[in-house]
């Protein structure tokens, strides 16, 4: 009979409200007596407004219950707001973490605060700390044990720019293997010391218990109960469980709440005790005694005498309200569900105070009157009643007075700064950046200055109130950095109520000295050489060949002439003199760079040459031979000592077979080849020998030279009109003793290039050009980052691109077919794209195409670009076998690609500016749309 009472009631009440909207319009719907919207009608939504709480506005360093409970400023309703608003201001969102954010805000259950910026929060099941610190959700101590839902402790960072999130201690202390919510915490004093009162509910006794209900029937569901610890110096209490009169193991306990800590505490709570209905939980409210002693640290009830009984507030039956009668609901439980009660401060009892809940009461609309019906605005609302005047919160002098002590606790946090060039900004107006590249946080033992006063490593140190205080550090510059820190400027309150240190934070900053940009360059050629023989022309080197030829060391290698040319003895006076300049110059140039931050490296470049003579033949073609020297390596070539030069046979060090790779003679490219390494040899071995009494600018040196060779065999003038009159000894007559028409002693020649190029795009393949320019992939050739072409250009229709694309394709090997980039059947727009044929992906992808390169050097040369920029996901487009298009892997996420791009372009254009040209930069996302 009573369920068919009650599907009755739910017939009409449904049919009234269909008529009140639809047919009459003159149904009035109130709210029931307490719900907020009585004053603010905007205040409770549709949605579920839980656990009332108020955000404090007070700073950490208050732990004075006397303060925070009378002095405070006083609230308004409207700063009293259910808690899962609150989680949504301390949780900051990104395009990355918006999952995990909604997610854990959808699942969190409870916040307390401490002070504005730190408190208590529970989640429910949350996610692993990897992938909430790849989202850039700042969550520590994630590996302690983890329950259905856990208590976390949360405050802003130093930088004020994101709260962080720890996970409460694990087993025995707060968190369990169960379910641990409904957090309550405030700070109070212990002797001196700051200590955090934390009350919970969980279930961690009775996780799977059984619970009669009214009918009889047995319930699987664990019990939940109130515990209590205690946190001093950092350190919690293990937990403990209140008194047997607050829970109760056949019930749930939850929402613990303390008022009037300071003088005149008591709990309230919520429970579902002595209700047939098991979703139906009360408030109730007990006077405990809180033992804040170094020893105890305890939690009890107060004597039964002194109103220590744990006590149901009012309760009243939600279905029966009339007409006439606003009251009847207007108590603190119902036989709906009430929990979360919290009295917001301050307390005081000149002050109206209330005690707020949330409650599901009248969610189902109810009948009030012929034109009246009863109904929340949602299923839980918040509700306000006023708390009686038996509940007095009134501060307790103490029975001696000692004025209380003001200390400030200086503490230091030095950052090294990593001082980098903005590219983006303009050259005449250059900017610096910095990054952090380390930092040694919290020092305490350290120097520094009260008002210009010295504090010599003191920890703590007495102030007066009503005064301000200024505190600097000084710290010493270094060759390499400049260093500073800033100022703390401190005024003190007029009055304090409780000793308190105060801590001064001083932020020092290490910053590396700027680096120093050299700019140089020179070419010259070394010609003259000695014909087939490979040392330049020093009088170091002469006489070593003069006595190699008396030894007969050159003895396999009789193609080498020494009586061709009789102006020998003046070009090596003429080369001593300029390599002597050039050794002081080298010099200049070490002692120009950065002792510190080096940027750069010196790159000194020999390419060797020969002329247009063959090797002169011999009696035997063993005769032939590379002597005299041992075996060198040449870049990664090993060239043995005894290598026949007309039919050479050489590996690279890794034991792979090397062939010549110039169109010329083998002999002359061998030649060329030792011409190039030998004058290496005779420069390295001349600067180093200048800077043997310098030592420290001969550990500069040893870092900063890079040397660069290569060979070309017979020299040609075209194309490098410029290195042909550049040479030492050109005022010396340039007639062999013997001529010949392929002999041209000046072809005989090693070109010396130098120059300074940024470390991080040097490399040992794309220096310095044969014509001894400065790569033109670094400096006179523009890398083309897919310019957009069609700018300005006559905009073709689709049929005319079509017939563009098939004409190109004419002639070359193109791996797709007609089902690449286009879009899925039945799809909406071009979103959605079949994957290419070799793209690797099943079904929608999108990808990043960086750059066309015009061949496979051209590519690798970018691609090493990218790699040097941290772009490591570059390969090349496997469509097309005959185009080398370098591109990104294929990902689903067309957003996340775009923005990948977007990056792209700013990098590209932060750190490559200044040395290749990269005006023009549209970087594609793939397919187009």
């Not at 009037?260 to 405990?288: G, Q, W």
């Not at 290490?510 to 022309?537: A, E, H, Q």
């Amino acid at each position: 009979m009573n369920f068919f009472r009650k599907l009755i009631f739910l017939t009409l009440s449904l049919y009234m409200i269909y008529c009140s909207e639809k047919v009459t319009n003159n149904i009035v719907q109130i709210r029931p007596t307490g719900n907020l919207n009585l004053i603010d009608s905007s205040y409770n939504t549709d949605k579920d407004e839980i656990a009332p709480v108020l955000r404090p506005i007070i700073d950490k360093a208050i732990s004075n219950p006397f303060y925070r409970e009378f002095l405070m400023p006083k609230s308004n309703y409207k700063e009293i707001r259910p808690s899962f608003k609150f989680a949504k201001e301390v949780l900051f969102t990104n395009y990355y973490n918006t999952p995990a954010y909604q997610y854990l805000t959808s699942n969190f259950e409870h916040i307390t605060f401490l002070d504005y910026n730190s408190g208590f929060i529970s989640f429910s099941h949350v996610p692993s700390g990897s992938y909430l610190s790849k989202i850039g959700l700042p969550f520590e101590n994630l590996k302690d044990i983890e329950g259905g839902t856990d208590i976390f402790q949360f405050e802003l960072t130093d930088n004020n720019d994101e709260f962080k999130f720890k996970r409460l201690e694990s087993i025995g202390v707060v968190n369990s293997q169960f379910w641990d919510s409904h957090p309550f915490a405030a700070d109070t004093i212990i002797n001196g010391k700051r200590c955090t009162i934390l009350l919970w509910s969980s279930d961690k006794d009775y996780p799977y218990s059984d619970l009669i209900t009214a009918e009889g029937k047995t319930i699987k569901r664990g019990n939940t109960e109130i515990y209590y610890s205690f946190r001093v110096d950092g350190k919690w209490t293990s937990a403990k469980k209140l008194q047997r009169d607050i829970n109760d193991s056949l019930s749930n306990e939850g929402t613990p709440f303390l008022f009037c800590l300071c003088n005149n505490p008591t709990l309230f709570f919520s429970s579902n005790r002595n209700n047939a209905n098991r979703e139906d939980y009360d408030i109730y409210h007990v006077r405990i005694k809180i033992d804040l002693s170094m020893i105890n640290k305890n939690i009890e009830l107060m004597e039964i005498a002194q109103d220590g009984q744990v006590t149901k507030f009012e309760k009243n039956d939600q279905e029966k309200g009339k007409k006439g009668q606003n009251d009847i609901l207007g108590t603190f439980n119902s036989s709906a569900d009430e929990r979360f009660p919290f009295i917001p401060n301050p307390v005081s009892d000149t002050n109206d105070r209330f005690l707020y809940i949330s409650s599901n009461r009248n969610s189902n609309t109810m009948s009030y009157g012929q034109d009246t019906v009863l109904k929340s605005a949602g299923n839980y609302d918040i509700y306000r009643f006023p708390l009686d005047k038996s509940f007095k919160c009134e501060p307790k002098k103490p029975d001696t007075i000692i004025p209380p002590k003001l200390y400030v606790r200086v503490t230091v946090n030095e950052y090294k700064l990593n001082q980098r060039y903005d590219s983006t900004e303009s050259k005449k107006k250059p900017k610096f950046v910095y990054d952090t590249i380390s930092r040694n946080e919290n020092i305490v033992d350290a120097d520094y200055y009260m008002n210009g006063k010295s504090l010599k490593s003191q920890i703590v140190y007495p102030v007066n109130t009503s005064s301000t205080y200024s505190f600097s550090r000084q710290l010493k510059n270094i060759n390499c950095f400049s260093s500073e820190c800033e100022t703390a400027e401190l005024s003190t309150p007029e009055k304090i109520y409780v000793t308190d240190t105060i801590p001064i934070i001083l932020n020092c900053y290490t910053r590396n000295n700027l680096p120093i940009v050299v700019d140089t360059s020179l070419s010259k050629g070394i010609s003259m050489f000695v014909t087939g023989y490979w040392w330049p022309l020093t009088s170091k080197n002469y006489e070593r060949f003069k006595e190699k030829g008396k030894n007969g060391e050159l003895k396999t290698s009789q193609f080498i002439d020494s009586l061709d040319y009789k102006y020998y003895d003046e070009v090596t006076k003429k080369n001593d003199e300029w390599l002597d300049n050039f050794y002081k110059s080298i010099e200049e140039t070490i002692i120009k760079f950065d002792d510190c931050s080096n940027t750069q490296k010196l790159v000194i470049t020999t390419h060797g040459y020969t002329d247009h003579c063959r090797l002169r033949p011999t009696a035997n073609d063993e005769f032939t031979k590379f002597s005299s020297d041992g075996d060198i390596v040449f870049n990664d070539v090993l060239v043995p000592a005894g290598t026949d030069m007309k039919n050479p046979k050489l590996k690279l060090t890794s034991g792979t077979e090397y062939k010549l790779p110039i169109p010329s003679e083998n002999g002359n490219a061998m030649l060329s080849m030792l011409r190039a390494y030998f004058t290496k040899v005779t420069i390295e071995e001349g600067i180093k020998n200048r800077l043997k009494s310098k030592p420290q600018l001969l550990e500069k040196y040893n870092k900063i030279i890079n040397y660069q060779m290569n060979y070309f065999g017979v020299f040609e003038e075209v194309g490098c009109p410029k290195i042909m009159k550049d040479i030492i000894a050109m005022d010396l007559p340039n007639t062999p003793a013997k001529p010949e028409s392929c002999n041209d002693p000046r072809s005989r020649r090693v070109m010396v290039f130098v120059h300074t190029v940024p470390s991080n795009l040097l490399d040992s393949k794309f220096v310095c050009n044969k014509c001894g320019e400065l790569n033109p992939y670094l400096k006179n050739r523009t890398i083309t980052f897919n310019s957009d072409s069609s700018k300005g250009s006559k905009k073709h229709s689709k049929k005319e691109d079509k017939a563009e694309s098939m004409k190109e394709s004419v002639g070359k090997k193109v791996i797709s077919d007609e089902t690449a980039g286009r879009p899925k059947p039945g799809a909406k727009g071009s979103s959605e794209f079949y994957a290419p044929p070799g793209m690797g992906c099943p079904g929608p992808c999108f990808w990043i195409e960086y750059a066309t390169a015009k061949d496979e050097s051209d590519f690798n040369f970018i691609k090493s670009i990218l790699n040097s920029l941290g772009i490591n996901d570059v390969r090349r487009d496997p469509r097309y076998s005959d185009k080398f298009i370098l591109i990104s892997a294929t990902n689903a996420d067309k957003v996340l690609v775009k923005e990948s791009a977007k990056s792209f372009e700013k990098l590209l254009r932060e750190r490559l500016s200044g040395f290749v040209d990269i005006k023009s930069v549209n970087v594609k996302l793939m397919p187009e749309d």
